[in-house]
């Protein structure tokens, strides 16, 4: 079961890291900000990590 998962993960993954380098390609390489300006609408300006903290003391 654990060989299966990780050949489906790993198949997930590849039309993913083609897409960042095509990005890469057409744009610019992406910044040390570039990640938490992605986080910022999903989790709010603290980032995951403040998310993540909340779930946990919610429980």
Sequence with gaps: MYVAEAVARRIRHQPLGA?????????????????????????????ASQHIETVVLDR
Excluded: I, Q
């Design 19 to 47: 897409d960042l380098r095509a990005h890469a390609e057409e744009n610019s390489a992406f910044t040390s900000e570039d990640p938490a300006e992605a986080r910022a609408p999903v989790f709010g300006a603290g980032g």
